[in-house]
């Protein structure tokens, strides 16, 4: 069976630090674009930040420009999502996706873009709260 499996979510203070990761079940992310996206309660889903499948270019929210990066290690076959600074907008289930195609190569989806996905995996929730 095919299937991304986030991880790291948990509950953390503002100004506190997580890191998400992202990894595939049944097949190798290699060759994938990955997408981070998040949902909050009551609102609809948003893109966060995006690599392409090279790592060599990013794109980020300007609501976690400076806070968040987003990373590939291809020996362990995940993509992190390392968040800092956290803050309680920050709250929110968080998703990631995998784009496959050469098209996405050198530069990822934008972040509004939902249709170049392949695969979603089931989530991970963030909870910032003091």
């Known amino acids: 069976q095919l299937q991304l499996v986030e991880s790291g979510g948990g509950l953390v203070q503002p100004g506190g630090s997580l890191r998400l990761s992202c990894a595939a079940s049944?097949?190798?992310?290699?060759?994938?674009?990955i997408g981070w996206f998040r949902q909050a309660p009551g609102k609809w889903r948003e893109g966060v930040s995006s690599?392409?499948?090279?790592?060599?270019?990013?794109n980020y929210a300007n609501s976690v420009k400076g806070r968040f990066t987003v990373s590939r290690d291809k020996s362990k076959g995940t993509v992190y999502l390392q968040m800092n600074s956290l803050r309680p907008e920050d709250t929110a289930d968080y998703y990631c996706?995998?784009?496959?195609?050469?098209?996405?190569?050198?530069?990822?989806?934008?972040?509004?873009?939902?249709?170049?996905?392949?695969?979603w995996g089931q989530g991970t929730r963030v909870t910032v709260s003091s």
């Open positions: 996706a995998a784009a496959y195609g050469s098209s996405w190569y050198y530069q990822p989806p934008t972040l509004s873009e939902e249709s170049p996905y392949d695969y």
């Open positions: 049944g097949f190798s992310l290699d060759h994938y674009a």
């Open positions: 690599i392409s499948s090279t790592g060599d270019s990013t």
